[in-house]
C-alpha cells in the first residue's frame, strides 16, 4: 500500500547534513544551537548576511501593509521605489526594469526581449556559462551535462561560443582570449550570420561553470563585434552581480557596458525577486504581453530589495568585498604554495573558486570530501565545476577579517585530513 504521508522529492539532495533553525549574519544556526560559518550564502543570495535587522524590518513592516499586489494588475508602490533605486546603481542608459522571481525567468525575459527587439532568432552564449533551468534558459546553460541530460531537445536559436578559460586550455590569458575571439568570428561565417544575431549573452565571471572571470580584452572585443554588426549584449550578473565581485557589477572589472543586465541571488538577501535591466528605448521594442508573471515584483520582496541596496551602499558592502575578498586570496594563495592539489585559484571579490586536482585530473571527489571535512568544524561551502572539482567560497558580503581567516584555517585542516 501507498505511504501517503507527504515528502520531499528524493531528487532534491542536500549538499550538507545540516538543518539550518536559524540564521545570524554570516552563520546558520542548527537545532542543537552549533553555529556554522555560512560561506554559501544560499548560493551567494543572502548578500547582507542572514536576517539583516534593517532587511527584517522593511519586510515586516510591508507584510502588515501588503503582501501581494499583482504587478499587471493594480500598482504595487514598492516597484517604481526599487526601479529608482535600481536605476541609481545601473550604467547609463539602462533605466527601465522588468521584475520576476528567479534568475532563470528573467534569462527567458531576455531571450524574448532580444528576439523582439532585434527580429533575429540567434543568442551567442558561451561555454561554461549558467543561466537557469527552464527550458530556454537551460538550452544556453553549458557548466554540465547533468543539468541538460535527459530533457532534450533543447531549444533552437542557441549558439556556443568558447569562452577564454586560460588555465583550462593551458594556455597564456592572451593565447585564450585570441583564440576565443577568432572562434567567435568563425562563428559569424560558419553557423549564425551577423544579421540573424540578436546577442550574446555571457556571464562576466562564470559561476556554475567554475568561477572563471572574463578578461577587459575578450569583453571589449564583444562590445566590438556588437555594435558593428547590431547585436544586443546582455551580461548575466545573476551570482556576480550586487558587490560580489568587489564591484557593484562584476562588468565594471572590464570597462565595458552592456545592453541590458540579469538581476536576481544578492537583489534581496534571500527573499525571492529578479530583474532584467536596459534602456526603456530597448524595452518599449518587446511585444505586448511578453513581461509578466503572477508573483513577479512581489510586494514583500521588493522591500526587501529596497532596504538591501540601503544596506549594500549604507555600511560600505562593495568595499568590504573588495576587501575581504583580498584577504581572502592572499590566504589561499599562501596555502596553494603549500598543497599543489589546489591547481588554481581564481575570481574575483568575494566569489573565488578553487580547482583541485590530482596530477592533470580534476578532482571532484577530493573536493567533497573537503567539504566534509569543513562541515565536521563548523564550515559551510559548495562545489561546483563540471566535475564538482572547484570548491567555492561565497560567503556574505558582511563577512569580517577574523571570519575569513577561521574558514581558511578550517580549509587548511581539511586539506590535511583529506591527503
Known amino acids: 500500500m501507498t505511504d501517503h504521508k507527504g515528502k520531499l522529492s528524493p531528487l532534491l539532495k542536500q549538499a550538507t547534513g545540516i538543518t539550518a533553525a536559524k540564521g545570524e549574519g554570516a552563520y546558520i544556526i542548527d537545532p542543537e544551537g552549533r553555529r556554522y560559518l555560512d560561506f554559501t550564502s ?16 522593511a519586510a515586516q513592516k510591508q507584510v502588515a501593509t501588503m503582501i501581494h499586489a499583482q504587478a499587471t494588475t493594480v500598482m504595487n ?65 553549458t ?14 536559436g542557441v549558439v556556443v561560443a568558447p569562452f577564454p578559460h586560460a588555465f583550462h586550455y593551458g594556455w597564456s590569458l592572451d593565447e585564450a582570449t585570441d583564440f576565443c575571439l577568432r572562434e567567435l568570428d568563425r562563428i559569424f561565417v560558419t553557423y549564425s550570420a551577423p544579421k540573424e544575431t540578436a546577442a550574446m549573452l555571457i556571464e562576466p565571471v562564470q559561476g556554475e561553470g567554475g568561477y572563471v572571470p572574463a578578461n577587459a580584452r575578450f569583453m571589449k ?41 540579469m538581476i536576481a541571488k544578492g537583489l534581496a538577501s534571500g527573499f525571492p525577486i529578479s530583474a532584467l535591466a536596459a534602456s526603456e528605448e530597448t524595452m518599449a521594442k518587446g511585444w505586448p504581453g511578453s513581461q509578466g508573471g503572477t ?11 529596497i532596504a538591501t541596496i540601503d544596506v549594500i551602499q549604507e555600511e560600505g558592502l562593495v568595499q ?3 576587501a575581504m575578498g583580498k584577504r581572502l586570496w592572499d590566504n589561499l594563495h599562501s596555502l596553494k604554495k603549500d598543497y599543489p592539489e589546489m591547481a588554481d585559484v ?9 580547482e583541485m586536482r590530482r596530477g592533470d585530473c580534476p578532482d571532484g571527489e577530493r ?4 567539504l566534509k571535512e569543513c562541515e565536521k568544524r563548523g564550515l559551510l561551502m559548495l562545489r561546483c565545476g563540471p566535475y564538482q572539482e572547484i570548491v567555492r567560497w561565497l560567503p556574505p558580503l558582511i563577512v569580517n577579517q577574523q571570519q575569513i581567516d577561521e574558514a581558511t584555517g578550517i580549509f587548511e585542516e581539511a586539506l590535511k585530513a583529506t591527503a
Open 143 to 156: 557548466s554540465s551535462v547533468g543539468l541538460r541530460a535527459g530533457v532534450s531537445p533543447m531549444m533552437g
Open 221 to 261: 572585443g564583444l562590445r566590438e563585434r556588437c555594435d558593428k554588426h547590431g547585436i544586443m549584449l546582455v551580461f548575466d550578473e545573476v551570482q556576480a552581480g550586487f558587490g560580489r565581485s568587489g564591484k557593484f557589477w562584476a562588468h565594471e572589472h572590464f570597462g565595458v557596458t552592456p545592453d541590458a543586465i
Open 77 to 141: 508602490p514598492r516597484l517604481p521605489e526599487l526601479a529608482e533605486k535600481l536605476g541609481a546603481v545601473t550604467p547609463d542608459p539602462l533605466n527601465a526594469f522588468f521584475f520576476s522571481n528567479a534568475g532563470t525567468e528573467v534569462a527567458e525575459g531576455a531571450i524574448r526581449l532580444v528576439r523582439q527587439a532585434t527580429g533575429r532568432p540567434n543568442v551567442i552564449v558561451f561555454h561554461g556559462g549558467f543561466h537557469g533551468r527552464t527550458m530556454g534558459s537551460l538550452s544556453m546553460t
Open 42 to 57: 544560499g548560493i551567494g543570495v543572502t548578500s547582507t548576511g542572514h536576517c539583516h535587522p534593517k532587511v527584517v524590518e
Open 346 to 354: 581564481r575570481g574575483k571579490g568575494l566569489m573565488v573558486g578553487v
Open 367 to 370: 573536493a567533497g570530501k573537503i
Open 295 to 305: 508573483y513577479g515584483g512581489n510586494a514583500v520582496a521588493a522591500a526587501a530589495a
Open 320 to 322: 568590504n568585498a573588495d
